[in-house]
C-alpha cells in the first residue's frame, strides 16, 4: 500500500516535471538579416530545421525565432557561415515559462475573479472560467445572450456572446465583431477581449456604444489550443485536431477559404500547417457561420493576436483592399489614441499591410471576412509584448501580467474609436 503511494507519487511527480521542463535549453534569437540574399538563406533554413518564427527577420527589421535544444549548434553555426548576425534574446525559454507562472500565480492570488463589476483583467482565466463568467452575464443581464457554435476535436463548445440593447433584431445597427485567441499561445489577447465584455455589460461609461451598436465577441476562438498551451505545452499555437501520425493540429488563420495554401505549410508538424482543405477545421467553420449569420450588417472586425504593437489590414498577400486608405488612415488614429494613452512604456504602434509590415499569410480570418463576407473594416491587432529592455519584441509571447491592464485599456480606446467611427461613417 505505502509502496504504492510511493510509485503514484512519482508518477505524479514526473509528469508534473515533464511538464515543466518541456521548453529546457530553447533559445530564442534576434536574427537580423541584412540583404535579400541572406534572407533567403534564412528562409530555407526555416524550413529545414521548422523552426518557430516568432517574427520574421526582413531587411528591414529583426525576426525573433525559437530554437529547441538540439537544433542549437547547427542553428548557429548555418547562420555564421552565412555572414547573418544573431543574438540571444532568452537563454533559456523554461526558465522564462516559469518566472510566467510564479507572476501569474501571484497575479491570482491578488486578482478580484469574477463578482459583478466584471471579470478581472489582471491574470488569466481558464477556458471553463471564462465560459462561467459568460454564462453569469447572460444569467444577469438582458442585454447578452450566450451563443454556442460548434464543438470542438475535444468537445468543448466554442462559446460567444452577443450584446445588444434591441436583442440583435435593429437591423439599422452596426455590428462589431472582436474575436481573440485564434492562436493558442497569444495569451495576451484574452484580457483585452475581456476588458471589452466588461465595458459593455458590467461597467459601462460609454452608453452610446451598447445603444447604437451590436456587438459580437468571441473571447476564446481556439479553445482545445488554448486549454493545451495554459496545461501542458505554453508554445503551442494551433488547435488540437489529429490530423496525422506524427504530428498534431491545424493553425485556424490558414484554414479559411481565401487564397488557401499560398503563404502557409503544408507540413502538417508546422505552426503554420493549413490543414487537410480548406474550412476542415471545426473552428474555421465556426467563425466563418458567424459572419455568414450576420453577414451585410458586421462593418468591423477585429482579430486580437500578438505580438509587435501593429494594426494590420490586408491582404495576406501583399495586394490592397479597395479602401486601404481609409483603413490606413483609421489605423493611424488608433494607433495615435493607443500610443498617447500611457507614454511610460513601448508605445511605438505602427499600421500598415499585414505582409508589409509582418510577414505574408493566406487563409486567414481577416481576408476571409473582407473578401467574402464583404466586412469593410477588418484588422488584425499584434499586441504589445512590453518587452524590458526597451525593444517591443522582447519576449514575445510571453507577456508579464502586470501590463495586462494597460493593454486592455489603451487597446478599448482605440476599439471605441474605430467602432464609433464605422457607426457614423456608413460604408
Ligand atoms: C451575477 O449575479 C450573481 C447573483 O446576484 C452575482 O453573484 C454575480 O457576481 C453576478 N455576476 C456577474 C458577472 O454579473
Ligand atoms: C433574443 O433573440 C434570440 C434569438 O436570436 C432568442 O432566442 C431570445 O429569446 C431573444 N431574447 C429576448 C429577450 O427576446
Ligand atoms: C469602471 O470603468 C472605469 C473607467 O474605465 C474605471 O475607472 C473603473 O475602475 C471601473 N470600475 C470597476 C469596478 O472596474
Ligand atoms: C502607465 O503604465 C504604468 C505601468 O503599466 C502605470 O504604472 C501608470 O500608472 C500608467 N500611467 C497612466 C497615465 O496611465
Same mark, same amino acid.
Given at each position: 500500500?505505502?509502496?504504492?503511494?510511493?510509485?503514484?507519487?512519482?508518477?505524479?511527480?514526473?509528469?508534473?516535471?515533464?511538464?515543466?521542463?518541456?521548453?529546457?535549453?530553447?533559445?530564442?534569437?534576434?536574427?537580423?538579416?541584412?540583404?535579400?540574399?541572406?534572407?533567403?538563406?534564412?528562409?530555407?533554413?526555416?524550413?529545414?530545421?521548422?523552426?518557430?518564427?516568432?517574427?520574421?527577420?526582413?531587411?528591414?527589421?529583426?525576426?525573433?525565432?525559437?530554437?529547441?535544444?538540439?537544433?542549437?549548434?547547427?542553428?548557429?553555426?548555418?547562420?555564421?557561415?552565412?555572414?547573418?548576425?544573431?543574438?540571444?534574446?532568452?537563454?533559456?525559454?523554461?526558465?522564462?515559462?516559469?518566472?510566467?507562472?510564479?507572476?501569474?500565480?501571484?497575479?491570482?492570488?491578488?486578482?478580484?475573479?469574477?463578482?459583478?463589476?466584471?471579470?478581472?483583467?489582471?491574470?488569466?482565466?481558464?477556458?471553463?472560467?471564462?465560459?462561467?463568467?459568460?454564462?453569469?452575464?447572460?444569467?444577469?443581464?438582458?442585454?447578452?445572450?450566450?451563443?454556442?457554435?460548434?464543438?470542438?476535436?475535444?468537445?468543448?463548445?466554442?462559446?460567444?456572446?452577443?450584446?445588444?440593447?434591441?436583442?440583435?433584431?435593429?437591423?439599422?445597427?452596426?455590428?462589431?465583431?472582436?474575436?481573440?485567441?485564434?492562436?493558442?499561445?497569444?495569451?495576451?489577447?484574452?484580457?483585452?477581449?475581456?476588458?471589452?465584455?466588461?465595458?459593455?455589460?458590467?461597467?459601462?461609461?460609454?452608453?452610446?456604444?451598447?445603444?447604437?451598436?451590436?456587438?459580437?465577441?468571441?473571447?476564446?476562438?481556439?479553445?482545445?489550443?488554448?486549454? @493545451? /498551451?495554459? &496545461? #501542458?505545452?505554453?508554445?503551442?499555437?494551433? %488547435?488540437?485536431?489529429? +490530423?496525422?501520425?506524427?504530428?498534431?493540429? $491545424?493553425?485556424?488563420?490558414?484554414?479559411?477559404?481565401?487564397?488557401?495554401?499560398?503563404?502557409?505549410?503544408?507540413?502538417?508538424?508546422?505552426?503554420?500547417?493549413?490543414?487537410?482543405?480548406?474550412?476542415?477545421?471545426?473552428?474555421?467553420?465556426?467563425?466563418?457561420?458567424?459572419?455568414?449569420?450576420?453577414?451585410?450588417?458586421?462593418?468591423?472586425?477585429?482579430?486580437?493576436?500578438?505580438?509587435?504593437?501593429?494594426?494590420?489590414?490586408?491582404?495576406?498577400?501583399?495586394?490592397?483592399?479597395?479602401?486601404?486608405?481609409?483603413?490606413?488612415?483609421?489605423?493611424?488614429?488608433?494607433?495615435?489614441?493607443?500610443?498617447?494613452?500611457?507614454?511610460?512604456?513601448?508605445?511605438?504602434?505602427?499600421?500598415?499591410?499585414?505582409?508589409?509590415?509582418?510577414?505574408?499569410?493566406?487563409?486567414?480570418?481577416?481576408?476571409?471576412?473582407?473578401?467574402?463576407?464583404?466586412?469593410? @473594416? /477588418?484588422? &488584425? #491587432?499584434?499586441?504589445?509584448?512590453?518587452? %524590458?529592455?526597451?525593444? +517591443?519584441?522582447?519576449?514575445?509571447?510571453? $507577456?508579464?501580467?502586470?501590463?495586462?491592464?494597460?493593454?486592455?485599456?489603451?487597446?478599448?480606446?482605440?476599439?471605441?474609436?474605430?467602432?464609433?467611427?464605422?457607426?457614423?461613417?456608413?460604408?
Amino acid at each position: 500500500m505505502a509502496l504504492c503511494r510511493i510509485v503514484f507519487v512519482l508518477v505524479l511527480f514526473g509528469l508534473v516535471s515533464a511538464k515543466l521542463k518541456q521548453y529546457d535549453g530553447f533559445t530564442l534569437y534576434e536574427v537580423v538579416v541584412e540583404n535579400t540574399e541572406q534572407e533567403m538563406v534564412f528562409n530555407k533554413l526555416e524550413s529545414e530545421l521548422n523552426l518557430d518564427v516568432w517574427s520574421r527577420a526582413t531587411p528591414e527589421q529583426s525576426g525573433r525565432i525559437l530554437v529547441s535544444k538540439s537544433e542549437k549548434t547547427e542553428f548557429e553555426n548555418e547562420l555564421s557561415t552565412a555572414g547573418i548576425k544573431h543574438t540571444i534574446v532568452v537563454e533559456n525559454m523554461e526558465e522564462l515559462i516559469e518566472l510566467e507562472r510564479k507572476q501569474l500565480s501571484e497575479a491570482d492570488e491578488m486578482s478580484a475573479g469574477i463578482n459583478m463589476y466584471g471579470i478581472a483583467i489582471d491574470t488569466m482565466h481558464t477556458y471553463d472560467q471564462v465560459n462561467s463568467f459568460l454564462e453569469q452575464l447572460a444569467n444577469n443581464y438582458t442585454s447578452v445572450n450566450l451563443l454556442s457554435q460548434g464543438t470542438t476535436f475535444e468537445g468543448r463548445p466554442i462559446n460567444y456572446i452577443r450584446i445588444s440593447s434591441s436583442n440583435f433584431t435593429d437591423y439599422n445597427k452596426p455590428v462589431v465583431f472582436i474575436q481573440s485567441l485564434i492562436q493558442a499561445r497569444e495569451w495576451i489577447s484574452l484580457p483585452v477581449a475581456l476588458h471589452a465584455i466588461n465595458k459593455l455589460v458590467t461597467n459601462i461609461t460609454d452608453s452610446d456604444l451598447v445603444n447604437t451598436i451590436d456587438w459580437i465577441i468571441l473571447p476564446i476562438a481556439n479553445p482545445d489550443g488554448y486549454h @493545451y /498551451s495554459s &496545461t #501542458i505545452s505554453r508554445l503551442w499555437t494551433k %488547435n488540437r485536431r489529429a +490530423v496525422g501520425s506524427e504530428c498534431v493540429g $491545424v493553425n485556424i488563420n490558414r484554414n479559411f477559404d481565401i487564397n488557401f495554401g499560398a503563404h502557409s505549410s503544408s507540413n502538417i508538424c508546422s505552426d503554420n500547417y493549413h490543414g487537410p482543405d480548406t474550412e476542415s477545421e471545426i473552428e474555421t467553420r465556426s467563425i466563418r457561420d458567424i459572419l455568414i449569420l450576420h453577414q451585410g450588417r458586421i462593418k468591423l472586425f477585429l482579430n486580437l493576436q500578438s505580438f509587435g504593437s501593429h494594426i494590420l489590414y490586408g491582404f495576406g498577400t501583399g495586394g490592397l483592399p479597395g479602401n486601404a486608405l481609409i483603413l490606413n488612415f483609421l489605423g493611424v488614429q488608433m494607433t495615435s489614441i493607443i500610443n498617447a494613452f500611457n507614454s511610460s512604456k513601448d508605445n511605438d504602434y505602427t499600421v500598415g499591410n499585414i505582409a508589409a509590415v509582418v510577414a505574408a499569410e493566406s487563409g486567414n480570418v481577416m481576408d476571409y471576412a473582407t473578401l467574402v463576407r464583404n466586412v469593410p @473594416y /477588418s484588422y &488584425t #491587432i499584434k499586441l504589445p509584448s512590453y518587452g %524590458n529592455s526597451g525593444s +517591443v519584441s522582447d519576449n514575445g509571447y510571453i $507577456v508579464d501580467p502586470s501590463y495586462f491592464t494597460q493593454a486592455a485599456e489603451e487597446t478599448w480606446e482605440a476599439i471605441k474609436y474605430c467602432a464609433r467611427f464605422v457607426r457614423d461613417n456608413p460604408f
